[in-house]
């Protein structure tokens, strides 16, 4: 018997891709990815990450997108149904709670960046930067972060425009995502291209690409690791509530390895834009969060219509945290109008209010409570760590489980429909094995177990 879901369509499954690529590329691979690079040593650190994305992401968004299509619901209705199906435990809810949970707390920092490359497009256009020195660009930013009231006003805009988007449902984001996907890719290489002119692209390479593993510790690799399962959108049904609105006759295994290669090639074009540009100034690759904020400025500040195609860049990132913003909160509305019966409008007024009210804790804990730490971490860090470092991975280690063990093999392979039966063979080892013993070892290691 087959589903369809009461929340529509894709239209296609470029439509799908599209939607999905927008997901996973956004502030994780231009933002994130560069600073936690910088921060983990660089080569080694890329190394793991692309191998989890390979070897776990992969796998895992495959499983993903086939739960969401089998179940055609919103997470947590589409986990309990199916473990009902086979008789397993409705218990299974709890995962897709897990994801919801994770989706808010995630939206909430995440939009108060997306705040900064919204005041970004302001100053980069209003010249600020032109003919720039790194130091004058790091203050710039050190006074933004500094105000709450500034980083408060971005946060809250943000918010209302991807509520705004929710509500009318995904329809209009499918069209902009058509044009701004390849904008940004066209942008990424003409910085990459500046980068090659200008900065010192051999260093950022080398930092890049060869890997010294003295340089990463247990905790780098479970930083790594997580990054793969932010960067894939994985692990918070983001990617399971939009493979739930996806047509039964795509293909999903060549699908999403179009996504992950499409995402991954974002976030190394990143990293090849903006290392250049931190060795030629001597900047410190490990600086944190403000990292592309203290660097593109540079670049921009000194290239030929500068003001232009900086503008250009941060309106683009906006897009792209857009598009992945959508995705954040998309499994807590479904299930909103799923089981509360409320309007698409009602539960993005109820989830976008308490995202917002959280996202406050990160907007002061640049400023007004940064000396307020938890182990040594911000509210920011706190909240970054534990959703893409333990909560993302935990509930992709059980959605790989819930794949590989719990739902029938007929069914997985039926609704995957690979072409040939060594990729099903294939698929079926890693979930079953490969993933789930692989994060658990990476989890053993980041607390000292082995
Ligand atoms: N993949 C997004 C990024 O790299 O910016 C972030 C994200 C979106 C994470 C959706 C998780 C998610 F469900």
Redesign the pocket.
């Known amino acids: 018997m087959k589903k369809i879901s009461q929340h529509g369509q894709w239209s296609s499954r470029l439509a799908f891709i599209l939607a999905a690529t927008g997901?996973?590329?956004?502030?994780?691979?231009i933002w994130?990815f560069p600073y936690i690079t910088g921060e983990n040593g660089g080569g080694a650190f890329v190394l793991v990450y692309l191998l989890c994305i390979f070897a776990i992401g992969i796998p895992i968004m495959m499983a993903e997108i086939m739960i969401g299509r089998r179940g055609r619901q919103s997470p947590i209705n589409t986990m309990r149904d199916l473990a009902k199906e086979v008789g397993a435990s409705g218990a299974w809810k709890w995962l897709g709670w897990l994801g919801v949970i994770a989706?808010f707390l995630?939206l909430s920092y995440?939009s108060v960046i997306a705040g900064w490359a919204m005041a970004y497009v302001v100053r980069v256009g209003s010249g600020v930067f032109e003919g720039a020195t790194a130091d004058g660009v790091s203050n710039i930013f050190g006074q933004f972060v500094a105000d709450p009231e500034k980083l408060l006003a971005w946060h809250s805009l943000f918010m209302v425009i991807t509520m705004l988007v929710v509500a009318r449902g995904v329809k209009g984001l499918e069209r902009a995502v058509k044009f701004l996907m390849p904008a940004l890719l066209v942008l990424l290489v003409l910085l990459v291209g500046y980068a090659i002119d200008q900065g010192a692209f051999k260093e950022a390479v080398s930092f890049l690409f060869s890997a010294d593993f003295s340089k990463i510790t247990s905790d780098g690799i479970l930083i790594a690791m997580g990054h793969a399962f932010?960067?894939?959108?994985l692990g918070?049904g983001?990617i399971m509530v939009y493979g739930s609105y996806l047509p039964s006759n795509v293909s999903i295994g060549s699908t999403a390895v179009i996504i992950a290669l499409a995402d991954t090639a974002v976030a190394l074009l990143a990293g090849l834009a903006i290392f250049p540009i931190v060795f030629a100034n001597g900047l410190e690759p490990g600086s944190g969060p403000g990292l592309i904020f203290q660097t593109l400025p540079i670049a921009f500040g000194h290239m030929a219509y500068g003001s232009f195609f900086g503008t250009l860049f941060f309106i683009l990132l906006v897009f792209a945290?857009w598009s992945?913003s959508i995705?954040?909160i998309e499994p807590a509305v479904a299930w909103l109008v799923e089981n509360k019966k409320m309007s698409r409008m009602r539960a993005c007024i109820w989830s976008g209010l308490v995202t917002w009210i959280v996202g406050i804790g990160t907007v002061l804990s640049f400023n007004i409570t940064s000396n307020i730490k938890i182990f040594d971490k911000t509210f920011f860090d706190v909240l970054d760590y534990l959703t893409a470092n333990i909560m993302?991975p935990l509930a992709g280690l059980c959605i790989a489980l819930f794949a590989g063990w719990v739902m029938t093999k007929e069914s997985a392979e039926e609704e995957l429909d690979f072409k040939q039966l060594y990729l099903f063979k294939t698929w079926l080892f890693l979930v079953k094995f490969v993933s789930p013993v692989a994060v658990v070892i990476v989890f053993l290691k980041a607390i000292n177990v082995i």
């Open positions: 997901s996973a590329v956004g502030l994780g691979n994130k989706g995630i995440y932010f960067t894939l959108s918070m983001a945290a992945s995705s954040l993302l």
